[in-house]
């Protein structure tokens, strides 16, 4: 366990598990982890160990944060949110009490706007959960913010009550129609841009969403970002595993690591439909890796 | 991690510690650093460096296996031009000690990186990573050939001046490794590194292949007994050539297994997947494990590179 130097780098620490509740459809995790509390940003993530030192698992499982409280009775915490209901992921069903290994905050977070822009913050699922702080931070910069909630079906949805308390609007879509607009964020989208006068979107979600959401954002001519959480074994660059096709400023295609550059890409930049291959005319692709 | 009990030395590259990072598991070398001392480190072993950058394998690639990983990276990286233009002064800047790996695809990609790696300067040595395809001879794996592994051999060190370490890397688990070893220090080798992980596959449910290379290579714990076996088959072999060790070295008590076995310094890799700051952790684990296996002060390094031999050579 250290600290690096910096101030500002990641840490690598043991957290406690303070709760562990189901809330709704999802189980909310909350970590003790004053470290990784106090440098969060909207965005960022933490690789977790969770199996004990002895077992035979030997690499991280990187998840977003939700929120974090740098200051409360226990130190400062963090949240996490995972999916709930039957069968619990063994990291879901860790009980209060239990010790987790943690490295964070990771990655790129949201870049905020300097000015008081009109936003769209569109989440599916519990992947929306990362894009409530960041509603926060838009908010004290004076920004409007927009959210559009969008799941399978009701028990999906993430976090509606907190998005009426902390949004201008919202809007919520299910696909089978069990609550809200029937359709997906990418059928609700571009009308929901058009009525808000939408400057930036920011978006969390499978990258199927993400791909429908950067280009309804496109059309409607706002910047996007998206948070794309790839598998990412390692969580802090070393591993390069979890590479994304990202365009970079002069027009190349590169393999970038989702930890490392990401998790937070421009919704323009990412090859959505390369997402699982090197695409052939990616810098340094070779014959027969295509 | 400094003082002189953890000082080794591999065929005259003086180490101030046995512990190094493996190739590929460090990044650039930036994300590794803020997590660890990289100056503190015997030795940083870079990425291997191809002469045309390689965007590498379709994700993923990294998965876990049972007791260890199951990955298949394509050797991402810059390029050579990249390399030296980018990450290799920063770390001489750092004043990381710094063995470059190099993977060529022909003979001749092997002698121009060997050249142009070892004319740049702060290269403390070159690591030949043996496991890549021969693109002349239908893919075959050089290091799976000994005459083949003499010949990439001898086309780096004919390129590398004197003083600059060539380190030939050979692959745990399959070829004739003694056959392989001789002939990498016949062509001019002066360490031997085992090394490159054993060949590896996995399935999901619905039986496809788990990473997008479809195979890979297994590293971690899993395949440490490996590397233990390897080091001790060529320890007893060529007990005057120094070796490295890797394979799964997680604690201190790892490092003196592989030193007992007859590694003079040892790769870290895996490890870091899971604690980045793992160097300095096991550098004071093993100075504690020196203090428990000394006589009357603490016992060096040098002390038990190849001791478990020993030990055996008193029992029979």
Known sequence: ?290 | MTGAPLSTSLAGWELPSPLMVASGCAGSGRELAAWCDLSALGALVTRSVTLDPRAGHAPPRVVESPSGVLHSNGLQNPGLQGFLATELPWLVQQRVRTAVSIAGATLGEYAELGRRVAQAPGVAAVEVNLGCADREHHDREFGADPYLTGKVVAAVRREVPRGVTVLAKLRIGDGPLGDLARAAVDAGAEVLVVGNPPHGLSFDPALRPLLGAVTGYVSGPAVQPMALHALWQLHRALPDVPLVGGGGVRRGADVVAMLAAGASAVQIGTALLTDPDAPGRIATELVDELDRLGGSGPARVPDLVGAAHRREGDSQ
């Open chain 1, 1 to 290: 366990m250290s600290t690096p130097a910096a101030g500002n780098g990641p840490v690598h620490q043991l957290a406690e598990v303070l709760t562990s509740k189901q809330v709704g459809g999802h189980r909310h995790l909350t970590l003790v982890a004053p470290g990784v509390a106090e440098r969060f940003r909207p965005g960022t993530a933490v690789a977790l160990r969770h199996r004990g030192d002895a077992s035979a698992s030997v690499l991280r499982r990187t998840l977003p944060i939700f929120t974090a409280r740098p200051i409360g009775a226990y130190g400062g915490t963090i949240e996490l949110v995972l999916p709930g209901g039957d069968g619990l992921d063994d990291l879901a069903a860790l009980p209060a009490g239990s010790t987790l290994d943690l490295v964070g905050p990771l990655g790129r977070p949201f870049a905020l706007p300097k000015d008081p822009v009109a936003t769209t913050l569109v989440g599916d699922g519990v992947d929306a959960a990362p894009l409530f702080p960041l509603a926060a931070r838009l908010r004290e910069r004076g920004c409007e913010v927009h959210v559009l909630l969008a799941a399978a079906t009701e028990t999906g949805l993430f976090g509606v009550l907190e998005a009426r308390r902390a949004a201008k609007t919202v809007t919520v879509c299910t696909e089978d129609g069990s609550v809200g607009i029937r359709g997906s964020a990418g059928d609700v989208l571009p009308e929901l841009l058009a009525r808000t006068s939408t400057d930036v979107v920011y978006a969390a979600g499978p990258p199927a969403v993400l791909h429908r959401v950067a280009a309804a954002a496109e059309d409607h001519g706002a910047w996007s970002q998206a948070l794309v959480m790839v598998a990412m074994p390692c969580g802090t660059g070393l591993c390069g595993g979890c590479v994304v096709p990202v365009v970079g400023e002069d027009g190349l295609t590169r393999m970038v690591r989702g930890c490392a550059e990401g998790p937070v890409f421009r919704g323009d930049r990412v090859r959505w439909r390369d997402l699982a291959r090197v695409p052939g005319d990616a810098w340094g692709a070779q014959e027969g890796y295509r």
